[in-house]
């Protein structure tokens, strides 16, 4: 990876020299982090090492236990929990999803997330970390600033990177750099980020992507759940269906294209067992979201040179949690195909969707030189 590929120090960053804060005997861990509304993944080793020490997918929930939990119900009568045991302890917490669309919505919640990733990478809170951070595509400074303000006193160095573009990075087989059929995603593809809070598409043609190589859309996984929600509780009044069910009913049926009935889901009701026929209501959700990606995508097609766009258009690749949503890569295939785009390819990334961001992190930390780190500081 070129340097190229790392942003420089922002002038409203607190930046001290090395030498000035680096104690020599202090080990450094490396970070990779992508941080998601809904899940985020931490890979980590300390620098210089060859094997990731610490690979993990932890839900983006922090769990604030209630006044007058009885002492035994929370383990070790923690007051705060995170991840899976805040979701298991709902009843008994006050859950805060720290980020909403992709940025930071509650910074005491995203703080207390952040001190809780840096005890699992290094437990014994003496090494120092530094952490390639992955932000929606075109993020705007303020937002920028905002995890910058949660890393203070977690992280002692970051870089924030586009998302998509660590996905490429990350989706990237370096064992293969030198056979000559393999096709580097990094050289020439758009990639389709698909998460919770939004859906980000890149243009990456070998160099840091700039601006206008990228289009951040405020429509993802969970607006979907929004339209679901809201056409069920218009069909079925008085439902009670959570927000969590309602996702995990999107999980397990959504699809695009033509609407297909009869999609009948099994849910609890006031205790009772109901049959709901959602399949128009799931699809119509769904195919809202490729419509709001599609212009996006052609956009940056027009946008990359004429001279390589007919390679590009052989590797689109769609990646995050949307690239589960069945027939996304097909249907998006044919609708460009029937644009007239000549002979596209469209791709997913594949089962490993959830950690390529933090993979590409993880990798853009290993090149990072080391003036181009900045250091975050209370």
Avoid at 34 to 49: E, F, H, P, V, W
Avoid at 101 to 129: K, M
Avoid at 286 to 300: F, G, H, W
Avoid at 352 to 376: L, S
Wanted: net charge negative; with cysteine; charged share 20%.
């Amino acid at each position: 990876m070129t340097t190229a590929t790392l942003e420089k120090p922002n002038s409203s960053t607190p930046v001290v020299s090395a030498a000035t804060v680096r104690k020599p005997d202090r080990k450094v861990n490396l970070v990779g982090f992508d941080l998601g509304t809904n899940k985020s993944c931490i890979l980590a080793s300390q620098a210089g090492a060859t094997d990731i020490a610490l690979s993990k997918i932890v839900p983006t929930v922090v769990g604030y236990v209630k006044d007058g939990i009885v002492d035994g119900i929370i383990a070790g009568n923690a007051s705060i929990l995170y991840g899976e045991d805040a979701l298991k302890n709902f009843l008994h917490v006050n859950l805060v999803a720290p980020l909403e669309n992709g940025v930071v919505a509650h910074p005491e919640a995203a703080g207390d997330f952040f001190r809780h990733l840096r005890i699992l990478v290094d437990p014994s809170g003496t090494a120092e970390l530094r952490a390639v951070i992955g932000v929606p595509a075109n993020a705007e400074e303020e937002a920028r600033e905002n995890i910058r303000g949660c890393a203070a006193g977690v992280f002692d160095r970051v870089l924030l990177i586009p998302e998509p573009f660590l996905a490429a990075l990350g989706y990237r087989d370096d064992s293969r750099l030198n056979q000559p059929n393999y096709v580097d995603p990094v050289t020439n593809s758009l990639f389709v980020d698909i998460g919770g809070g939004t859906s980000d598409v890149c243009l990456i043609q070998g160099y840091f992507p700039s601006r206008d190589d990228q289009i951040c859309i405020a429509f993802a996984g969970d607006a979907i759940d929004g339209l679901i929600q809201a056409e069920i509780n218009r069909l079925y009044p008085g439902n009670g269906i959570s927000r969590q069910t309602v996702r995990e009913i999107k999980e397990a049926h959504s699809y695009v294209g033509a609407i297909r009935k009869p999609t009948d889901v099994k849910v609890i009701i006031g205790g009772k067992a109901r049959m709901l026929e959602l399949g128009e209501t799931i699809g119509q959700a769904c195919n809202t979201l490729l419509d709001r990606i599609y212009p996006a995508l052609t956009t940056l097609i027009t946008r990359a040179s004429s001279d390589s766009v007919v390679q590009l258009l052989q590797n689109i690749v769609i990646t995050g949690g949307g690239s589960q949503i069945r027939g996304i890569d097909t249907v998006l295939q044919k609708r460009l195909a029937d644009d007239g785009y000549e002979a596209p390819k469209v791709r997913l990334a594949g089962q490993d969707y959830k950690r390529y961001v933090a993979m590409g992190a993880y990798k853009a930390a290993r090149a990072a030189r080391e003036n181009q780190w900045q250091h975050v500081l209370d």
